[in-house]
Structure formats: structure tokens, C-alpha cells
């Protein structure tokens, strides 16, 4: 015989799972569009992060789409470094226009959005990057901030397209860095000969990194001696007379 109680399990259970197959199906018609959103808006960060330019209009666009969107906590890191990135680039071309109300207020937008995505990606190397960049256009020069840097190293310190960024922030403020960012500075400087940016690296040794250049130069080492050759050349170019290490300088490169 089945227990008086057995029929009333029964309808619990049927209850329950219909309750819990209409909360799916809520859950999927408010995410699905956010979903579809996933792939552009994580090729739209990265292109950002390349420092690639987009037409005017565009990224307000882009903004006002991900505002509308509600955001499921899955998906809610990409969508908040996106949401970030988007704010410092309309920040920044705020500030290009020259003018302050907007560039203010934009700024502050951006600030919001980086430290939100910042709380649920803390090892984005780019974020803290930026939120230094953020810190010092608002406030000006800080001891403080330069924990931003410190962090954006720590957690990045080979990052590809952000060291281009960094590496030259990093040189402007060299001897205010801890010892241990400086050497991840250093490091990072041999890393962008290696990878063939070579009109990038002179600039920073002969612009802002130019009383670093021995420290710089002297590292070099590490770098493939193609690299190394096609860098010194640059240099030699330029009428800038150093040493590059395992380079023999060519008279023909002056002329």
C-alpha cells in the first residue's frame, strides 16, 4: 500500500520541477541575447587592448548595447572589462576634444567601470595598467598609484600589445618603481626588441627611457641577435651613438 504521504511527495516534486524549468526558461530569454553578444564584445576588448582606432560613433554605440543588457554573473567579467575598456577610450577621445565637462565626466565613468571589472578580474594586468593611467589624468603623479603599476607587472609581466602601452608609462616614472618593477621594466624592454617592435623600443630609449638606456642596453643580451642588429641599426640611423650588446656597429648605417 502507498502512504497517504506519497501522492502529496508526488506533487511537491512535480511542482518543484516545473517551477524550476520556468525559471530556466526565463533565465534563457533575458541571457540568450547577452550570449549572442559574448563573441563581438570580447574581439571588440581585444582590439581595444591592441590600442586599434575605431570610427567616431562607434564604441557610444557599443556602450549604449552592453547598458541595455542585462548580465548574468557567468558572463559578468567579460562583459565588465569590456564595459571598461569602452569607457577609457571614450574618456580618452573626451580629453583629445578638449572638452573638460565631458572629459570629467567620462573619466569618472571609466573609473567606475575599471575598478567594478577590477574586483572580478584582479589578475588583468591591462585593468591595473589602466587604472594607473586613470589615477594619474584625474589626480596627477601619486606615490599611491604606483601600486597600480606594481600589480599590472605582478600579474602580467610578458603581456605582447600591453607592454608597448606599459613599457613606456613604466619608463617615464622609472626611479620612483620598486626594485623588483624595475627589473620586470628592464625585462619587458628586451621582450619588445625580441618580438621585432623595433621602432617602438627606439623610441622609448632615446624619448622617455633615455637615462635608462645602459640599464636598458645592457639587457639586451637576451634578445635573438637579428633583433638585436636590426635594433642598433635603427639607432645608428638616428644618429644616436651606443652600444648594443653582440652588435658591431656598421659605418654604412650612419650614412
Request: charged letters at 25%; aromatic letters at 8%.
Amino acid at each position: 500500500m502507498l502512504s497517504s504521504d506519497q501522492p502529496k511527495r508526488r506533487m511537491y516534486l512535480r511542482t518543484l520541477l516545473l517551477l524550476l524549468g520556468l525559471a530556466c526558461l526565463v533565465w534563457s530569454l533575458f541571457a540568450w541575447p547577452l550570449f549572442r553578444l559574448t563573441g563581438p564584445v570580447r574581439d571588440l576588448a581585444a582590439r581595444i587592448i591592441a590600442n586599434e582606432h575605431f570610427k567616431p560613433g562607434v564604441l557610444p554605440d557599443w556602450q549604449v548595447r552592453m547598458n541595455g543588457a542585462l548580465r548574468p554573473a557567468i558572463l559578468q567579467p567579460d562583459f565588465s572589462l569590456a564595459d571598461a575598456l569602452i569607457a577609457l577610450r571614450v574618456a580618452e577621445e573626451a580629453m583629445q576634444r578638449k572638452n573638460s565637462e565631458e572629459a570629467d565626466r567620462e573619466m569618472a565613468s571609466a573609473e567606475v567601470k575599471v575598478r567594478a571589472a577590477l574586483s572580478l578580474s584582479p589578475t588583468n594586468s591591462f585593468l591595473w595598467l589602466m587604472a594607473y593611467s586613470l589615477e594619474i589624468s584625474r589626480s596627477g603623479f601619486q606615490a599611491k598609484s604606483l601600486s597600480y603599476l606594481d600589480q599590472s607587472y605582478a600579474t602580467g609581466p610578458q603581456e605582447g600589445w600591453i607592454a608597448l602601452r606599459r613599457n613606456r608609462i613604466a619608463l617615464a616614472i622609472f626611479p620612483a618603481l620598486e626594485h623588483s618593477t624595475q627589473d620586470s621594466v628592464v625585462g619587458e624592454f628586451s621582450g619588445i626588441v625580441d618580438s621585432g617592435f623595433i621602432a617602438e623600443a627606439a623610441a622609448n630609449v632615446t624619448g622617455v627611457g633615455w637615462d635608462q638606456r645602459e640599464r636598458l642596453l645592457a639587457n639586451l643580451g637576451r634578445a635573438d641577435i637579428a633583433s638585436r642588429e636590426a635594433f642598433a641599426k635603427v639607432l645608428a640611423r638616428a644618429r644616436v651613438d651606443v652600444s648594443v650588446p653582440g652588435v658591431a656597429l656598421d659605418e654604412r648605417w650612419f650614412r
